[in-house]
Every structure is written in C-alpha cells, then in structure tokens.
C-alpha cells in the first residue's frame, strides 16, 4: 500500500522560497515517476512538475519552469523522499501541494500541503 505525506508548506512573501517534501512509502513507489500537483479554489489540481524513477530527467509546467526543482532520493529501504525547491514565488503560486504518481493514481492523494505567497 503506497502512503504520501507532503509538508513543509507555509506563508511567504513574494519572492521568498519554500522547501516542500514528500514521504512516499510502499512497494514499488522507487520505481514510479512523481509529480507535484497543486489546486486553488478556482481551479482543477494540476501537475506543475514531474521526475523519473532514476532522478535524471525531470518536467516542467511553463509557469514554474526556472523557478521550481523537483528532485527525489530513493531509498533502499523505507522512505522514498520526492522535494520541490520553489524559488522567486509569485501570488499565483498559492494552492495546496500534493505529490503523486505520474500520472496520478486517484487512491494515492495524500491530505496536501498549504503554500501561501502574500505580502
């Protein structure tokens, strides 16, 4: 059974960074691609950045490209971390933060992580 749980969300001002991480425990979760997702009110979640199951090769939405980095260490055993290095952050980057799969897998959501960018 594959578990994920992000933290490391917060407030910032804009232009401000944030570190948010992802625990992803369960089999086989080392050789799954990942993505962050995020979703505002008035919006549908979507995936802003994805990785590979080696770390090597990594996407980008054009909002958050040069701006974001999505990275991962897989563990041997246990804990699979996935992170995502948000820098220069804008009002538009508010939302809640999930990580999953990518693509996703619906029974995977975890509760998400609140960033909220604001002078």
């Known amino acids: 059974q594959v578990q994920l749980v992000e933290s490391g969300g917060g407030a910032v001002q804009p232009g401000g960074s944030l570190r948010l991480s992802c625990a992803a425990s369960g089999i086989g979760v080392k050789y799954m691609s990942m993505g962050w997702y995020r979703q505002t009110p008035w919006k549908q979640r979507d995936l802003i950045a994805s990785?590979?199951?080696?770390?090597?090769?990594?996407?980008?939405?054009d909002a958050v490209e040069g701006r974001f980095t999505i990275s991962r260490v897989n563990a041997k055993d246990g804990l699979n971390m996935v992170y995502l290095q948000m820098d220069r952050l804008e009002s538009d980057d508010t939302a809640v933060y999930y990580c999953?799969?990518?693509?996703?897998?619906?029974?995977?959501w975890g509760q998400g992580t609140q960033v909220t960018v604001a002078s």
């Open positions: 999953n799969t990518d693509p996703a897998t619906d029974s995977f």
């Open positions: 990785i590979n199951f080696a770390g090597d090769d990594a996407d980008y939405v």
